[in-house]
């Protein structure tokens, strides 16, 4: 995940799409955290809801991956493929969504004193 | 079968024998014939059975034998005809048979199973014993069958311990299945909350890059301000303590993240160009401070032919090398230690390099040369106590080179030192020119992009309904760009009563179709039922799934816009609606 060439698909600026991340992770996580609930309980409703929230707002961010397997999960939850599938993605998604935190928080513009420790250089670019 | 003939009949008992034996003449006369012929069968029969026949008269004398019964007894029939059990038999065994026979002779058919040593085995015999009627009620003798069971006896025997065998068998199975039922019911409960359990991690987890970073940073940046400040030794002390906590925390926390990633497969390569030379240079500039407090010094060789720039994800790389080196000078006291760079394989495409990581440390037994690749595993328990860490670095190592399209391994002999080998396979540059800086392209142009952007004249003032902050947030500030006034919604509800209260400061709607309380469909259809025949509402939705597009605008929508929501897109329907129409100086960016 790169915010600047998100940024610059989105044709926002880089602090816009930064905080539509930063709201992304907040309703997403809450969503993702809705959706394990609803496939534990089995109420498919809700599940496929969250699963579909989910997808709708990665896809927006162009946040492929998450939407992919948030897109996965609807369907499975559509064809009733309740529990073969769903968990496995599921537990993908938490972890897509980590990694996107840990993305997120690493390209936020590092503090002047910190950043060094958090962030090697890049070289190459 | 002879007749049983009693030589202590009395002479009005004989006479009634005659007299019988006389009936049964006369009545059998017709049949004479028949009768010699059945008798001579029977006869055969008695004969040639492998059962004991017998017939004993009243004083218990044997008066028929068969030669099966001969042969059990091992004599000759004379020695049996006229004798009783008594002249046979062991005086025990034939006190007991008499017993029995006198039953019989009082008119009972007795079944007995008899045990004999027979040749120094024991053979069962199954005996039948019926006494034997004269004319009219009168018994006269008795008649036994006696057969050897003992085999089916054996069989039967064979079959109930089989049975016992299967009964135990059964119990153990059932014992085992009710086992395994617990098993699979326990690994159910403890997968379920594993499952509940990484969720949780995952949560934890995705709060540690953030809640415990952040801190974190602090503390340690902090630490590093405060060693700039004039301390004493102690206080010098602590704070550098401070600091190595804090640090070792920190990466910590990057390593179990890192490793989830990968274990998930979400770890992504990047293909950029880079200097492998500078690479491990850099390397080494962040080990050196390490090697201050230690008598070590530290090399760097890099093989002939070693490229100035090759292509593949530079900081997963060097992460790899920084934990071989940081490895080496952990488990060193003394000595030196060498990174070296070689090529080992090269093609039109593709270049394979070969970092070596030699150190003169502690080394690594040979039979825990395969373990220390293992998450989680260190060569001693008291590795931790000692050097810290937690052996996350070299699965880390392993897993990345694998999917480097190389290698992570080791040989190493026990303090004489070790040599940690690490292979990757990277692209060649297309770039050849040394020191080529990449640029991005420029994104200078987007101060002058805004100003385009914006509408010229009054704005478009939208009604935006969206339940996702998220896509309303980004919608929003799309719709800004494109130069509208926007006013949200959470649903369609809200939407009706916001547009319902106020419709002279609304130009258009866009609409959700996907929302909690009301969708769009239903508010769309309020909205068109309620006399606003008018105002454009746009309908925003999936745009994977066909037919959505007809159902909007059969449902009274008046255009469609496809998520993912893109700039153009909503800059050309907003135009196409917007009361001023094609007056807007709205330029689209260039793509
Ligand atoms: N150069 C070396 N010399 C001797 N032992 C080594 C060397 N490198 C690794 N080991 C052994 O292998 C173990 C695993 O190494 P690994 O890098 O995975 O973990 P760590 O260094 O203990 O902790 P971490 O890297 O997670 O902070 C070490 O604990 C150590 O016992
Ligand atoms: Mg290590």
Redesign the interface.
């Known amino acids: 995940?790169n915010i600047?060439e998100i940024a610059?698909e989105?044709?926002?600026?880089e602090g816009?799409c930064l905080?539509?991340m930063e709201?992304?992770l907040e309703?997403?996580?809450d969503d993702i955290?809705k959706l394990?609930c609803a496939i534990?309980r089995g109420d498919m409703k809700q599940a496929a809801?969250a699963a579909?929230?989910v997808?709708?707002?990665s896809?927006?961010?162009?946040l492929l991956?998450l939407s992919e397997m948030a897109r996965q999960i609807e369907v499975s939850i559509h064809r009733e493929q309740w529990h073969d599938r769903c968990?496995e993605t599921l537990?993908?998604l938490?972890?897509?969504?980590?990694?996107f935190?840990?993305d997120l928080?690493r390209q936020r513009e590092p503090?002047p004193?910190?950043g060094r420790?958090?962030q090697?250089?890049?070289?190459?670019? | 079968m002879a007749r049983p003939i009693d030589d202590h009949l009395t002479r009005e008992q004989l006479v009634e024998e005659v007299a019988k034996l006389n009936r049964e003449l006369l009545e059998l006369e017709g049949k004479q014939e028949k009768t010699d012929a059945s008798r001579a069968e029977l006869q055969a029969i008695v004969e040639s059975a492998k059962d004991s026949i017998f017939i004993k008269n009243l004083s218990l004398k044997y008066t028929l034998v068969n030669p099966s019964m001969c042969r059990l007894y091992a004599l000759p029939q004379d020695a049996i005809l006229g004798k009783s059990d008594r002249d046979i038999l062991d005086s025990h065994t034939a006190l007991l048979t008499e017993e029995v026979d006198r039953n019989v002779l009082s008119g009972t058919v007795v079944e007995e199973e008899i045990c004999r040593i027979i040749d120094g085995c024991p053979h069962t015999f199954h005996t039948l014993k019926v006494p034997l009627p004269g004319g009219g009620e009168k018994i006269v003798g008795l008649c036994g069958i006696s057969r050897d069971i003992t085999d089916r006896k054996q069989a039967e025997e064979a079959l109930r311990n089989a049975k016992a065998d299967i009964e135990s068998k059964n119990r153990e199975l059932t014992d085992i299945n009710n086992q395994l039922d617990h098993a699979i019911s326990r690994a159910n409960e403890i997968a379920l909350r594993a499952e509940m359990a990484n969720f949780a991690k995952s949560q934890f987890l995705a709060g540690m890059s953030h809640d415990i970073r952040t801190p974190l940073n602090g503390i340690i940046g902090f630490a590093e301000m405060l060693l700039e400040t004039p301390l004493d030794a102690t206080q010098r002390d602590h704070v550098q303590m401070i600091r190595q906590s804090g640090q070792m925390l920190l990466s910590l926390i990057n390593d179990i993240l890192d490793f989830s990633r990968i274990e998930a497969g979400m770890m992504h390569f990047e293909a950029i160009d880079f200097d492998p030379r500078n690479l491990g240079l850099e390397v080494c500039n962040l080990i050196r401070p390490k090697l201050e407090a230690k008598a070590l010094s530290m090399t760097f060789r890099t093989g002939e032919g070693l490229p100035a720039r090759v292509k593949g994800d530079p900081a997963r790389f060097r992460q790899v090398i920084l934990n071989l080196m940081d490895n080496a000078v952990k488990f060193t006291e003394s000595g030196e230690i060498v990174l070296s760079m070689d090529v080992e394989e090269m093609n039109e495409t593709h270049i394979k390099l070969h970092i070596s990581v030699v150190d003169q440390g502690i080394g690594i037994p040979q039979g825990k040369l395969a373990y220390i690749f293992e998450p989680f595993t260190q060569v001693k328990r008291s590795t931790t106590r000692k050097y810290g860490g937690t052996g996350l670095g070299l699965s880390i190592c392993k897993r990345l080179s694998g999917q480097m399209g190389g290698d992570v391994w080791a040989e190493s002999a026990v303090d004489k030192g070790s040599t940690f080998h690490f292979t990757a396979l990277l692209s060649k540059s297309e770039n050849r020119l040394r020191g080529d800086r990449i640029n991005r392209p420029a994104r200078d142009a987007a101060d002058g992009e805004n100003r385009n952007s914006q509408v010229s004249g009054r704005s478009t003032r939208v009604l935006l309904a969206e339940d996702n902050p998220v896509n309303q947030k980004l919608a929003a500030l799309l719709l800004e760009k494109a130069g509208c006034v926007v006013d949200t919604a959470g649903n369609g509800k809200e939407a009706v009563t916001k547009y319902t209260a106020a419709p002279q400061d609304f130009d258009m709607i866009f609409m959700d179709i996907q929302m909690p309380e009301m969708n769009g469909l239903e508010a769309t259809k309020i909205l068109r039922d309620g006399g606003f025949g008018t105002i454009p509402i746009i309908a925003m939705t999936a745009h994977a799934m066909s037919g959505d597009r007809e159902i909007c605008l059969a449902g009274g929508m008046t255009d469609y816009l496809a998520k993912p929501i893109k700039r153009e897109e909503i800059a050309r329907i907003v135009k196409k609606w917007s009361p001023a129409g094609g007056q807007d100086s709205y330029v689209p960016r260039p793509s």
């Open positions: 995940m600047a610059e989105l044709s926002l600026e816009d905080e539509i709201l992304f309703t997403g996580m955290r394990a534990e809801m579909h929230a997808k709708g707002a896809a927006n961010l162009r991956d968990q537990h993908l938490q972890v897509g969504m980590i990694s935190a840990d928080f503090s004193l910190f420790l958090n090697p250089p890049r070289i190459g670019i």
